[in-house]
């Protein structure tokens, strides 16, 4: 969960959070980005966190889905968020048919990003038995990055379980 967390920051604008307490020790969660003339907040979810928490918590799931919705309403078309959404919500939520609709926004954002090509065959071979599409989308993740080992490991583990199930 940490990784996902870092792997969007490293992409994205330099974010602070800083949480402000109310009166129910609860706190919403405002997104401040360097470099603006006139920096403004964003007030669109309030999580329960002890005043002063700047840190999410893997162990809170409610916090972490308000963060990435907060996140994808300041920018609705980075690939990177939209994929760690899917994927978050894909490994930890378990909510395929949510995972592919992020997975689908972040392939039409990023169309060449073999990972994202990847871990979207991976949840159409989940999700819908569907090999053909599965092996159009993994071929395309292997032509986009055919150096890439954990696109091929998850391409054998497919080739693997579809020979399985014949």
Not at 7 to 21: D, E, G, L, N, Q
Request: hydrophobic content about 35%; charged content about 25%.
């Amino acid at each position: 969960m940490e990784s996902l967390l870092q792997r969007s920051f490293s992409a994205a604008v330099p974010v602070k959070i800083p949480m402000k307490p109310t009166r129910d020790r609860s706190c919403s969660v405002y997104f401040t980005f360097s470099g603006e003339k006139n920096p403004g907040a964003l007030k669109s979810c309030t999580a329960s966190m002890a005043p002063g928490e700047t840190r999410i918590r893997g162990g809170d799931r409610r916090r972490m889905r308000c963060y990435y919705e907060d996140m994808i309403k300041l920018e609705p078309t980075n690939a990177l968020i939209l994929s760690n959404y899917g994927k978050y919500l894909h490994e930890v939520e378990g909510d395929l048919v949510k995972a592919e609709h992020y997975y689908g926004k972040a392939i039409l954002a990023s169309p060449g990003d073999g990972e994202v090509l990847s871990l979207y065959a991976k949840l159409i071979w989940e999700l819908q038995r569907d090999e053909n599409r599965a092996a159009s989308y993994f071929d395309q993740a292997i032509q986009a990055s055919p150096n890439d080992s954990a696109i091929l490991g998850s391409y054998a583990l497919f080739l693997w379980e579809s020979e399985a199930d014949e």
